[in-house]
Protein backbone atom coordinates (compact mmCIF):
# COMPACT_ATOMS: atom_id res chain seq x y z
CA UNK A 1 0.00 0.00 0.00
CA UNK A 2 0.72 3.55 -0.66
CA UNK A 3 2.07 6.04 2.01
CA UNK A 4 -1.64 7.77 1.82
CA UNK A 5 -3.43 4.58 1.79
CA UNK A 6 -1.69 3.74 4.92
CA UNK A 7 -2.81 7.03 6.41
CA UNK A 8 -6.51 6.57 5.26
CA UNK A 9 -6.70 3.38 6.59
CA UNK A 10 -5.48 4.33 10.06
CA UNK A 11 -7.65 7.18 9.99
CA UNK A 12 -10.78 4.48 9.53
CA UNK A 13 -9.47 2.21 12.01
CA UNK A 14 -8.80 4.59 14.93
CA UNK A 15 -12.74 5.89 14.37
CA UNK A 16 -13.41 2.35 15.72
CA UNK A 17 -15.51 2.92 18.81
CA UNK A 18 -13.00 0.62 20.97
CA UNK A 19 -10.37 -2.07 20.07
CA UNK A 20 -11.99 -5.12 18.89
CA UNK A 21 -11.21 -8.94 18.40
CA UNK A 22 -9.74 -7.84 15.22
CA UNK A 23 -8.24 -4.38 15.71
CA UNK A 24 -5.52 -3.56 18.49
CA UNK A 25 -4.02 -0.89 19.12
CA UNK A 26 -0.46 -0.20 21.42
CA UNK A 27 1.97 2.92 21.79
CA UNK A 28 4.97 1.17 21.80
CA UNK A 29 6.31 -2.23 22.06
CA UNK A 30 6.52 -4.60 25.12
CA UNK A 31 7.32 -7.83 23.50
CA UNK A 32 7.91 -10.26 20.88
CA UNK A 33 5.93 -12.57 22.48
CA UNK A 34 3.36 -10.53 22.79
CA UNK A 35 3.00 -9.67 19.42
CA UNK A 36 2.73 -13.15 18.21
CA UNK A 37 -0.06 -14.03 20.63
CA UNK A 38 -1.92 -10.56 19.36
CA UNK A 39 -1.36 -12.23 15.73
CA UNK A 40 -3.00 -15.24 16.15
CA UNK A 41 -5.66 -13.40 17.94
CA UNK A 42 -6.72 -11.11 15.52
CA UNK A 43 -6.29 -13.24 12.76
CA UNK A 44 -8.53 -15.46 13.91
CA UNK A 45 -10.55 -12.91 15.63
CA UNK A 46 -10.78 -11.25 11.90
CA UNK A 47 -12.25 -14.47 10.59
CA UNK A 48 -15.07 -14.85 13.45
CA UNK A 49 -16.37 -11.12 12.07
CA UNK A 50 -16.12 -11.47 8.60
CA UNK A 51 -13.05 -9.26 8.09
CA UNK A 52 -10.70 -9.59 5.65
CA UNK A 53 -8.01 -8.56 7.97
CA UNK A 54 -6.94 -7.62 11.50
CA UNK A 55 -4.58 -4.83 12.36
CA UNK A 56 -2.24 -4.18 14.98
CA UNK A 57 -1.37 -0.63 15.02
CA UNK A 58 1.54 0.86 17.20
CA UNK A 59 1.42 4.52 17.58
CA UNK A 60 -2.03 4.93 19.09
CA UNK A 61 -3.54 5.19 22.90
CA UNK A 62 -5.83 2.52 22.84
CA UNK A 63 -8.36 4.26 25.52
CA UNK A 64 -8.76 7.71 23.56
CA UNK A 65 -7.52 6.92 20.19
CA UNK A 66 -5.43 9.37 19.39
CA UNK A 67 -2.25 8.67 17.29
CA UNK A 68 0.69 10.06 19.09
CA UNK A 69 3.53 8.14 16.90
CA UNK A 70 5.65 5.31 18.11
CA UNK A 71 9.46 5.06 18.42
CA UNK A 72 9.37 0.99 17.87
CA UNK A 73 10.20 0.27 14.02
CA UNK A 74 9.12 -3.76 13.29
CA UNK A 75 11.36 -3.99 10.18
CA UNK A 76 14.06 -3.15 11.99
CA UNK A 77 13.47 -5.20 15.04
CA UNK A 78 15.59 -8.24 15.80
CA UNK A 79 15.22 -10.97 18.42
CA UNK A 80 18.32 -12.35 19.25
CA UNK A 81 20.38 -12.28 15.95
CA UNK A 82 17.04 -12.74 14.21
CA UNK A 83 14.99 -10.55 12.16
CA UNK A 84 11.60 -9.96 14.04
CA UNK A 85 9.07 -10.79 10.80
CA UNK A 86 11.21 -14.21 10.11
CA UNK A 87 11.35 -15.08 13.69
CA UNK A 88 7.58 -14.42 14.40
CA UNK A 89 6.77 -16.00 10.77
CA UNK A 90 8.63 -19.51 12.01
CA UNK A 91 6.12 -19.39 14.36
CA UNK A 92 2.74 -19.01 13.11
CA UNK A 93 1.15 -22.28 12.34
CA UNK A 94 -0.34 -21.61 9.07
CA UNK A 95 1.97 -18.98 8.28
CA UNK A 96 -0.06 -16.61 7.23
CA UNK A 97 1.13 -13.74 4.81
CA UNK A 98 1.28 -10.70 7.46
CA UNK A 99 2.61 -7.30 5.99
CA UNK A 100 4.40 -4.99 8.36
CA UNK A 101 4.31 -1.20 7.25
CA UNK A 102 6.13 1.94 8.23
CA UNK A 103 5.41 4.84 7.56
CA UNK A 104 5.33 8.47 8.52
CA UNK A 105 1.68 9.99 9.36
CA UNK A 106 3.07 13.36 9.80
CA UNK A 107 6.71 15.18 9.92
CA UNK A 108 6.20 14.53 14.02
CA UNK A 109 4.08 11.14 14.26
CA UNK A 110 5.96 7.46 12.73
CA UNK A 111 2.77 4.58 12.79
CA UNK A 112 3.79 1.08 12.47
CA UNK A 113 1.02 -1.15 11.52
CA UNK A 114 0.84 -4.98 11.11
CA UNK A 115 -1.47 -6.25 8.11
CA UNK A 116 -2.97 -9.47 8.94
CA UNK A 117 -5.19 -11.78 6.92
CA UNK A 118 -7.86 -13.55 8.35
CA UNK A 119 -8.17 -16.79 9.34
CA UNK A 120 -8.74 -19.48 6.61
CA UNK A 121 -10.44 -22.86 7.55
CA UNK A 122 -8.47 -23.22 10.88
CA UNK A 123 -7.37 -21.26 13.79
CA UNK A 124 -3.90 -19.55 13.44
CA UNK A 125 -1.45 -20.71 16.31
CA UNK A 126 1.35 -18.99 17.57
CA UNK A 127 4.16 -21.46 18.90
CA UNK A 128 1.59 -24.52 19.27
CA UNK A 129 -1.31 -22.11 20.74
CA UNK A 130 -4.29 -20.23 19.05
CA UNK A 131 -5.84 -17.02 20.46
CA UNK A 132 -8.02 -14.84 20.33
CA UNK A 133 -9.01 -11.79 21.89
CA UNK A 134 -12.07 -11.21 24.19
CA UNK A 135 -13.42 -7.49 24.20
CA UNK A 136 -9.76 -5.62 24.46
CA UNK A 137 -8.06 -8.64 26.00
CA UNK A 138 -5.93 -11.46 24.55
CA UNK A 139 -6.87 -15.08 25.69
CA UNK A 140 -6.11 -18.49 24.41
CA UNK A 141 -8.71 -19.80 22.20
CA UNK A 142 -9.21 -23.25 23.43
CA UNK A 143 -10.70 -21.34 26.22
CA UNK A 144 -13.63 -20.45 23.88
CA UNK A 145 -14.98 -23.41 21.60
CA UNK A 146 -17.64 -21.55 20.49
CA UNK A 147 -15.11 -19.36 18.69
CA UNK A 148 -12.98 -21.77 17.54
CA UNK A 149 -15.80 -24.15 16.25
CA UNK A 150 -16.70 -20.78 14.18
CA UNK A 151 -13.21 -20.30 12.83
CA UNK A 152 -13.21 -24.11 11.65
CA UNK A 153 -16.79 -24.08 10.00
CA UNK A 154 -15.40 -20.56 8.00
CA UNK A 155 -15.31 -21.62 3.94
CA UNK A 156 -13.08 -18.76 3.86
CA UNK A 157 -16.12 -16.65 2.30
CA UNK A 158 -18.16 -14.02 3.80
CA UNK A 159 -21.66 -15.33 5.24
CA UNK A 160 -23.43 -13.55 2.13
CA UNK A 161 -21.74 -15.96 -0.60
CA UNK A 162 -22.11 -18.86 1.47
CA UNK A 163 -24.83 -21.42 0.25
CA UNK A 164 -28.62 -21.13 1.22
CA UNK A 165 -29.79 -24.27 -0.80
CA UNK A 166 -27.73 -26.69 -3.00
CA UNK A 167 -28.86 -28.45 -5.91
CA UNK A 168 -31.45 -26.30 -7.71
CA UNK A 169 -32.70 -26.73 -11.01
CA UNK A 170 -33.47 -22.96 -12.74
CA UNK A 171 -36.82 -23.52 -12.16
CA UNK A 172 -36.41 -24.47 -8.59
CA UNK A 173 -34.39 -20.87 -8.46
CA UNK A 174 -37.40 -19.53 -9.77
CA UNK A 175 -39.93 -20.82 -7.60
CA UNK A 176 -37.89 -19.45 -4.67
CA UNK A 177 -36.47 -16.04 -5.14
CA UNK A 178 -39.03 -13.14 -6.60
CA UNK A 179 -36.34 -12.98 -9.57
CA UNK A 180 -39.34 -10.11 -11.20
CA UNK A 181 -38.37 -7.83 -8.06
CA UNK A 182 -34.66 -8.16 -9.02
CA UNK A 183 -35.33 -6.40 -12.72
CA UNK A 184 -38.40 -4.30 -11.54
CA UNK A 185 -36.41 -2.48 -8.96
CA UNK A 186 -32.93 -2.32 -11.10
CA UNK A 187 -35.34 -1.11 -13.86
CA UNK A 188 -34.24 -3.94 -16.65
CA UNK A 189 -36.49 -5.78 -19.02
CA UNK A 190 -37.28 -9.70 -17.36
CA UNK A 191 -35.30 -11.81 -20.06
CA UNK A 192 -37.28 -14.02 -22.45
CA UNK A 193 -36.35 -17.13 -20.64
CA UNK A 194 -34.81 -18.84 -17.75
CA UNK A 195 -31.04 -18.66 -18.91
CA UNK A 196 -31.40 -15.16 -19.33
CA UNK A 197 -32.68 -14.86 -15.70
CA UNK A 198 -30.39 -17.45 -13.90
CA UNK A 199 -27.45 -15.74 -15.61
CA UNK A 200 -27.96 -12.15 -14.39
CA UNK A 201 -28.60 -13.78 -10.90
CA UNK A 202 -24.94 -15.40 -11.08
CA UNK A 203 -23.57 -12.16 -12.42
CA UNK A 204 -24.40 -10.34 -9.06
CA UNK A 205 -23.53 -13.62 -6.94
CA UNK A 206 -26.99 -14.19 -5.85
CA UNK A 207 -26.78 -17.82 -7.22
CA UNK A 208 -23.95 -19.90 -8.33
CA UNK A 209 -23.39 -22.64 -10.21
CA UNK A 210 -23.12 -25.96 -8.21
CA UNK A 211 -24.56 -29.23 -8.28
CA UNK A 212 -27.21 -27.92 -10.50
CA UNK A 213 -27.40 -24.41 -9.39
CA UNK A 214 -27.02 -23.01 -5.37
CA UNK A 215 -28.61 -19.98 -3.96
CA UNK A 216 -26.26 -17.62 -1.98
CA UNK A 217 -27.27 -16.20 1.47
CA UNK A 218 -27.22 -13.04 -0.93
CA UNK A 219 -29.81 -14.47 -2.81
CA UNK A 220 -32.49 -15.76 0.06
CA UNK A 221 -31.98 -12.69 2.27
CA UNK A 222 -32.73 -10.09 -0.53
CA UNK A 223 -35.41 -11.76 -2.97
CA UNK A 224 -36.72 -15.56 -1.08
CA UNK A 225 -40.40 -15.20 -1.34
CA UNK A 226 -40.54 -17.25 2.08
CA UNK A 227 -37.41 -16.84 4.27
CA UNK A 228 -38.72 -20.01 5.98
CA UNK A 229 -37.61 -22.03 3.50
CA UNK A 230 -33.85 -21.12 3.89
CA UNK A 231 -32.68 -22.51 7.52
CA UNK A 232 -29.41 -20.40 7.23
CA UNK A 233 -31.05 -16.75 6.60
CA UNK A 234 -34.87 -17.41 8.33
CA UNK A 235 -33.51 -16.14 11.90
CA UNK A 236 -32.90 -12.55 9.93
CA UNK A 237 -36.50 -11.49 9.32
CA UNK A 238 -37.31 -8.67 10.64
CA UNK A 239 -39.39 -8.52 13.68
CA UNK A 240 -41.33 -5.43 14.29
CA UNK A 241 -43.44 -5.23 17.97
CA UNK A 242 -45.63 -2.33 19.06
CA UNK A 243 -46.16 -1.60 22.85
CA UNK A 244 -48.94 0.37 24.39
CA UNK A 245 -46.58 3.23 26.48
CA UNK A 246 -43.27 3.81 27.23
CA UNK A 247 -42.11 0.30 28.40
CA UNK A 248 -42.22 -3.27 27.16
CA UNK A 249 -44.92 -4.51 29.64
CA UNK A 250 -47.47 -4.27 27.32
CA UNK A 251 -47.63 -5.88 23.64
CA UNK A 252 -50.16 -4.24 21.11
CA UNK A 253 -49.11 -6.16 18.07
CA UNK A 254 -45.95 -8.23 16.75
CA UNK A 255 -45.04 -8.55 12.93
CA UNK A 256 -42.20 -10.84 11.54
CA UNK A 257 -41.10 -10.88 8.26
CA UNK A 258 -41.56 -13.61 5.65
CA UNK A 259 -39.99 -12.60 2.52
CA UNK A 260 -36.69 -11.33 1.82
CA UNK A 261 -35.48 -7.99 2.60
CA UNK A 262 -35.95 -6.52 -1.22
CA UNK A 263 -39.41 -8.08 -1.65
CA UNK A 264 -40.26 -7.21 1.65
CA UNK A 265 -38.91 -3.50 2.07
CA UNK A 266 -41.82 -1.09 1.07
CA UNK A 267 -44.06 -3.08 2.65
CA UNK A 268 -42.36 -3.45 6.01
CA UNK A 269 -41.59 0.65 6.06
CA UNK A 270 -45.45 1.45 5.16
CA UNK A 271 -46.54 -1.18 7.57
CA UNK A 272 -44.28 0.31 10.47
CA UNK A 273 -45.48 3.90 9.37
CA UNK A 274 -48.66 3.14 10.30
CA UNK A 275 -48.27 2.14 13.64
CA UNK A 276 -46.51 5.45 14.30
CA UNK A 277 -48.82 7.97 16.47
CA UNK A 278 -49.82 11.21 15.11
CA UNK A 279 -48.63 14.82 16.35
CA UNK A 280 -50.21 15.87 19.28
CA UNK A 281 -47.82 18.80 19.63
CA UNK A 282 -45.01 19.96 17.38
CA UNK A 283 -42.53 23.17 16.46
CA UNK A 284 -43.91 26.23 14.71
CA UNK A 285 -42.34 24.68 11.25
CA UNK A 286 -44.83 21.73 10.80
CA UNK A 287 -48.17 22.14 12.45
CA UNK A 288 -49.53 20.49 9.62
CA UNK A 289 -47.92 16.90 9.80
CA UNK A 290 -50.02 14.03 10.64
CA UNK A 291 -47.15 12.07 11.55
CA UNK A 292 -44.73 12.04 14.54
CA UNK A 293 -41.84 11.25 12.62
CA UNK A 294 -40.81 11.83 9.37
CA UNK A 295 -40.82 8.29 7.22
CA UNK A 296 -38.02 9.37 5.25
CA UNK A 297 -35.82 9.22 8.19
CA UNK A 298 -37.91 6.00 9.96
CA UNK A 299 -37.08 4.68 5.93
CA UNK A 300 -32.77 5.53 6.51
CA UNK A 301 -33.04 3.83 9.70
CA UNK A 302 -34.44 0.79 8.82
CA UNK A 303 -32.33 0.28 5.32
CA UNK A 304 -29.18 1.00 7.90
CA UNK A 305 -30.22 -1.78 10.52
CA UNK A 306 -30.49 -4.29 7.90
CA UNK A 307 -27.48 -3.48 5.92
CA UNK A 308 -25.15 -3.02 8.67
CA UNK A 309 -25.98 -5.92 11.10
CA UNK A 310 -23.22 -8.82 11.91
CA UNK A 311 -24.36 -11.56 9.86
CA UNK A 312 -22.76 -14.05 11.50
CA UNK A 313 -23.80 -13.37 14.53
CA UNK A 314 -27.41 -14.66 16.17
CA UNK A 315 -29.97 -12.14 16.49
CA UNK A 316 -32.25 -10.33 13.90
CA UNK A 317 -33.30 -6.54 13.05
CA UNK A 318 -35.86 -4.79 15.22
CA UNK A 319 -38.16 -2.64 15.05
CA UNK A 320 -39.71 -1.49 18.64
CA UNK A 321 -42.80 1.28 18.58
CA UNK A 322 -43.12 2.88 22.08
CA UNK A 323 -45.49 5.74 22.71
CA UNK A 324 -42.64 8.27 23.36
CA UNK A 325 -39.86 6.43 20.79
CA UNK A 326 -38.58 4.19 18.16
CA UNK A 327 -35.86 1.86 18.52
CA UNK A 328 -34.02 0.26 15.52
CA UNK A 329 -31.43 -1.98 16.32
CA UNK A 330 -29.65 -4.66 14.69
CA UNK A 331 -27.17 -7.48 15.85
CA UNK A 332 -23.14 -6.63 15.66
CA UNK A 333 -21.36 -3.20 16.86
CA UNK A 334 -20.65 -0.69 14.46
CA UNK A 335 -17.73 -0.38 12.80
CA UNK A 336 -17.08 3.01 13.49
CA UNK A 337 -17.82 4.64 16.14
CA UNK A 338 -21.35 6.04 16.48
CA UNK A 339 -20.24 9.95 16.72
CA UNK A 340 -19.13 9.35 13.05
CA UNK A 341 -21.69 7.73 11.51
CA UNK A 342 -22.86 11.25 9.84
CA UNK A 343 -19.43 11.60 7.90
CA UNK A 344 -18.19 8.12 7.71
CA UNK A 345 -19.77 4.84 5.95
CA UNK A 346 -18.01 1.49 6.32
CA UNK A 347 -20.47 -1.43 5.83
CA UNK A 348 -19.34 -5.18 6.79
CA UNK A 349 -21.68 -6.59 4.17
CA UNK A 350 -20.13 -5.12 1.46
CA UNK A 351 -22.75 -6.50 -1.12
CA UNK A 352 -25.94 -6.64 0.24
CA UNK A 353 -25.20 -2.56 0.92
CA UNK A 354 -24.14 -2.22 -2.72
CA UNK A 355 -27.34 -3.93 -4.07
CA UNK A 356 -29.52 -2.23 -1.70
CA UNK A 357 -28.71 1.01 -2.50
CA UNK A 358 -28.83 0.22 -6.06
CA UNK A 359 -32.09 -0.76 -5.85
CA UNK A 360 -32.88 2.51 -4.12
CA UNK A 361 -33.34 1.52 -0.53
CA UNK A 362 -30.64 3.76 0.96
CA UNK A 363 -27.93 6.29 0.11
CA UNK A 364 -25.86 6.26 -2.92
CA UNK A 365 -22.88 6.94 -0.60
CA UNK A 366 -22.86 7.42 3.55
CA UNK A 367 -25.19 6.33 5.69
CA UNK A 368 -28.20 8.48 5.41
CA UNK A 369 -27.86 10.02 8.56
CA UNK A 370 -27.53 13.41 7.39
CA UNK A 371 -30.57 12.73 5.81
CA UNK A 372 -32.37 11.57 9.31
CA UNK A 373 -31.08 14.61 11.27
CA UNK A 374 -32.07 17.24 8.49
CA UNK A 375 -35.77 15.78 9.01
CA UNK A 376 -35.33 15.45 12.68
CA UNK A 377 -34.48 18.99 13.19
CA UNK A 378 -37.17 20.01 10.86
CA UNK A 379 -40.00 18.19 12.68
CA UNK A 380 -38.98 19.82 15.78
CA UNK A 381 -38.16 16.46 17.29
CA UNK A 382 -35.04 15.63 20.30
CA UNK A 383 -31.45 14.03 19.20
CA UNK A 384 -31.61 10.53 17.50
CA UNK A 385 -29.71 8.50 20.05
CA UNK A 386 -27.17 5.72 19.55
CA UNK A 387 -26.53 3.15 21.75
CA UNK A 388 -24.14 -0.13 21.51
CA UNK A 389 -24.26 -2.83 24.41
CA UNK A 390 -24.76 -6.60 24.37
CA UNK A 391 -22.98 -6.54 20.98
CA UNK A 392 -26.21 -4.80 19.38
CA UNK A 393 -26.67 -1.80 17.97
CA UNK A 394 -29.78 0.67 18.54
CA UNK A 395 -30.72 3.76 17.14
CA UNK A 396 -33.58 5.77 18.89
CA UNK A 397 -35.90 8.39 17.50
CA UNK A 398 -38.08 10.35 20.23
CA UNK A 399 -40.99 12.08 19.92
CA UNK A 400 -41.59 15.78 20.30
CA UNK A 401 -40.55 17.33 23.13
CA UNK A 402 -40.08 21.34 23.84
CA UNK A 403 -36.47 22.61 24.46
CA UNK A 404 -37.57 23.10 28.31
CA UNK A 405 -37.96 19.70 28.63
CA UNK A 406 -34.54 18.57 26.89
CA UNK A 407 -32.19 17.79 29.95
CA UNK A 408 -28.73 19.06 29.58
CA UNK A 409 -27.28 15.88 27.46
CA UNK A 410 -30.01 15.74 25.08
CA UNK A 411 -28.90 19.24 23.93
CA UNK A 412 -25.95 18.58 23.61
CA UNK A 413 -26.22 15.57 21.58
CA UNK A 414 -28.73 18.05 19.73
CA UNK A 415 -26.29 20.88 19.17
CA UNK A 416 -23.44 18.06 18.20
CA UNK A 417 -25.40 16.41 15.31
CA UNK A 418 -26.40 20.10 13.95
CA UNK A 419 -23.01 21.06 13.89
CA UNK A 420 -22.07 17.76 11.67
CA UNK A 421 -25.18 18.36 9.45
CA UNK A 422 -24.04 21.80 8.70
CA UNK A 423 -20.55 20.43 8.27
CA UNK A 424 -21.01 17.65 5.83
CA UNK A 425 -23.51 20.31 4.10
CA UNK A 426 -19.97 22.23 3.63
CA UNK A 427 -21.51 25.14 6.01
CA UNK A 428 -20.46 25.98 9.47
CA UNK A 429 -22.85 26.27 12.91
CA UNK A 430 -23.43 29.02 14.73
CA UNK A 431 -25.44 30.31 17.06
CA UNK A 432 -28.16 31.64 14.58
CA UNK A 433 -28.24 28.46 12.88
CA UNK A 434 -28.53 26.38 16.34
CA UNK A 435 -31.74 29.21 17.12
CA UNK A 436 -33.30 28.04 13.77
CA UNK A 437 -32.69 24.70 14.58
CA UNK A 438 -34.41 24.72 18.24
CA UNK A 439 -36.95 27.55 16.73
CA UNK A 440 -35.75 29.98 19.40
CA UNK A 441 -36.42 33.45 19.23
CA UNK A 442 -33.72 35.97 18.46
CA UNK A 443 -33.99 38.20 21.81
CA UNK A 444 -33.61 34.31 23.87
CA UNK A 445 -30.04 34.04 21.85
CA UNK A 446 -28.58 33.26 25.49
CA UNK A 447 -30.11 30.25 25.23
CA UNK A 448 -28.60 28.96 22.25
CA UNK A 449 -24.99 30.62 23.15
CA UNK A 450 -25.47 28.58 26.60
CA UNK A 451 -25.78 25.14 24.54
CA UNK A 452 -22.90 25.69 22.83
CA UNK A 453 -20.93 26.59 25.43
CA UNK A 454 -21.92 23.18 27.69
CA UNK A 455 -21.10 21.44 23.90
CA UNK A 456 -18.28 22.99 23.85
CA UNK A 457 -17.10 22.34 27.31
CA UNK A 458 -17.87 18.28 26.67
CA UNK A 459 -15.71 17.86 23.75
CA UNK A 460 -18.03 17.42 21.06
CA UNK A 461 -17.37 20.70 18.87
CA UNK A 462 -14.40 23.60 18.25
CA UNK A 463 -13.84 26.68 17.00
CA UNK A 464 -13.99 26.93 13.58
CA UNK A 465 -11.70 29.98 13.64
CA UNK A 466 -10.65 30.48 17.72
CA UNK A 467 -8.37 33.51 16.26
CA UNK A 468 -11.88 35.36 15.42
CA UNK A 469 -12.75 37.55 18.98
CA UNK A 470 -16.14 37.92 17.74
CA UNK A 471 -18.85 36.95 19.40
CA UNK A 472 -21.72 37.33 17.24
CA UNK A 473 -19.88 36.48 13.69
CA UNK A 474 -18.57 32.76 15.16
CA UNK A 475 -18.74 29.99 14.30
CA UNK A 476 -18.44 25.73 15.55
CA UNK A 477 -17.47 22.94 13.70
CA UNK A 478 -17.66 19.14 15.37
CA UNK A 479 -14.57 17.83 17.54
CA UNK A 480 -13.24 15.54 14.19
CA UNK A 481 -13.15 18.18 11.54
Same mark, same amino acid.
Given at each position: ???QQL???????????K????? $???L??????????????????? %????Q? @?G?L?????????????? #?F??K?????N?????W???????R?????H? &???DS????????????Q??P?D??HTP???V??I #?????????????????S???YE +???A???????DV??L????TY??????? @??S??N????????????????G????N?? %????AK?? %????S?Q???? *?V?V @????????T?????????Y????L??? $?W????????????KA?? /?E? *?????? %?I????A????????????? =????? +???RI??S? =?G???? #??? *???D?????????????R??? &??????????K?I???????????N?? /????R /?R? #???????L???D????? *?????HAC?K????????N????????I???N?????????? /??????????????????????????A
Amino acid at each position: MKEQQLIELLNNLVKQPKESEWV $EFKLNFHSEQEIGERISALANGA %AIHNQD @YGYLVFGVENESHLIKGT #TFKPKHHKKGNEELEHWLSQRLDPRIDFRIHE &FAYDSQRNIALFVIPSAQNKPVDFSHTPFIRVGSI #TRKLADFPEKERKIWRKSGRPYE +FEIAKDNLSAADVIRLLSTETYFDLMKLP @YPSNQNGVIEKFINENLVIKSQGYAITNLG %AILFAKNL %AEFESVQRKSV *RVIV @YKGKNKVETIREQIGVKGYALGFLGLV $EWINSQLPANEEIGKALR /TES *RMYPEI %AIRELVANALIHQDLSVKGF =PMVEI +FSDRIEISN =PGNPLI #TPD *RFIDSYISRNEKLADLMRRMG &FCEEKGSGLDKVIFYNELYQLPPINVI /TDENR /TRV #TPYSYKKLNDLDKKEKI *RACYQHACLKWVSNEKMSNQSLRERFQIEDQNAAIASRIIKD /TFEAGMIKEDDPENKSRKHRSYVPFWA
